[in-house]
């Protein structure tokens, strides 16, 4: 997560505003030292999106590592939620959906999400971890009143940890995390993406899916990459809901490419025995970093520092020239995915595979 400048000044006015509030249930809470507090359960929050599980993998990790005959619970949505019980990424999952990632500003929804944290008060947490810097995440850990807990106060809301950190928004995603965890004692494990598998009988994967238009790439320049690899490739689609469109028209054209279609699982279980995989800023690129194929990944005005899958193959295609565009977002520009011509990907493609 990234914020604007805007976001963050308005937010922490607004944590301002109910400092006194949350400050004088503070007071009554008991306070603990990290030093000589045996953890026996630990509670990490990551409910935004596929990818933010995908990228915290490591740091899960090294909380085991760090405290292995401690109870690891990890709250996530429920799109990722039998994967990460596939990858045993904890000891116990739990799928949420809360407002603030589904735009839902309904009085019933916000309070249904407050009881839920609230019941995991029940679970006695020693040490929990959330790492969004975002206010509302800050506050949903604050309900589950865990005697030490670690997390960003980007947006404000340093009052809902009792380690509250200032981030680093120039860091990866992963780095952010990794510092974090790092300060309770759990260094990540750097086994993980260091082998990339090549598997040259395999497809060149397609996955065209972002829930944001503006990480998205025009489908005609799909249909003009698909066409200049169809000579030399396998090439498989990845069939979702954003896919549909693409495959309609390959068809009436007649282009004959491969489609895949199965859960989370079936896909990771598939993609580790594929060639590369090339998608925009999204789920898709982590989940093929984290079975160790290359990938290319298409970013537009947003920095890729930040967020790009991360693997020792890993291309990243970002446009000629810096964005100078008009856009509703201050991070991301639908004209800048535009200017990435196919051409340039499919020379990418090729320097990969060949």
């Not at 909380?63 to 429920?78: A, G």
């Not at 598998?197 to 829930?211: C, K, L």
């Amino acid at each position: 997560m990234v914020y604007s400048k805007k976001t963050i000044f308005l937010s922490s006015i607004f944590s301002i505003l109910l400092y006194p509030y949350f400050s004088f249930f503070n007071f009554f809470r008991r306070k603990h030292s990290f030093d000589n507090l045996e953890i026996k359960k630990i509670l990490v929050t990551e409910y935004h999106r596929i990818g933010d599980v995908l990228i915290i993998i490591k740091v899960l990790n090294s909380i085991k590592k760090r405290f292995p005959e401690s109870h690891l619970i990890l709250i996530c949505n429920s799109s990722v939620e039998k994967l990460a019980k596939h990858l045993d990424l904890a000891d116990e999952v739990v799928p949420i959906s809360v407002p603030w990632t589904n735009w839902s500003w309904s009085f019933p929804d916000w309070y249904k999400t407050r009881s839920i944290a609230k019941s995991f008060s029940k679970k006695n947490i020693d040490l929990a971890f959330d790492f969004k810097g975002d206010f509302r995440n800050s506050w949903f850990l604050w309900n589950t009143y865990p005697k030490i807990s670690f997390g960003y106060d980007t947006t404000g809301g340093g009052y809902f940890f009792t380690n509250p950190r200032t981030m680093n928004q120039d860091l990866h995603q992963s780095k952010r995390a990794e510092a974090l965890v790092s300060i309770a004692g759990c260094i990540p494990l750097k086994e993980q993406f260091d082998k990339i598998n090549t598997n040259e009988q395999g497809a060149v994967v397609i996955h065209i899916g972002a829930t944001d238009k503006k990480r998205s790439w025009p489908m005609k320049y799909w249909i003009e990459l698909i066409e200049l690899l169809s000579d030399k490739l396998n090439i498989t689609i990845i069939d979702t809901v954003e896919s549909q469109l693409l495959i309609e028209r390959l068809k009436k054209i007649k282009i004959e490419v491969e489609y895949f279609k199965g859960d989370l699982i079936e896909l990771k279980n598939w993609l580790e025995n594929q060639r590369c995989l090339v998608a925009p800023d999204s789920m898709a690129g982590h989940l093929a970093a984290y079975v160790q194929i290359p990938v290319i990944s298409l970013f537009g005005s947003q920095n890729p520092n930040l967020t790009r899958p991360l693997n020792n193959l890993g291309t990243v295609i970002k446009p000629d020239k810096p964005c100078n565009h008009p856009s509703s977002h201050w991070r991301l520009c639908r004209e800048c995915m535009e200017s990435i011509k196919p051409l340039k990907v499919y020379e990418a493609i090729c320097n990969k595979v060949n």
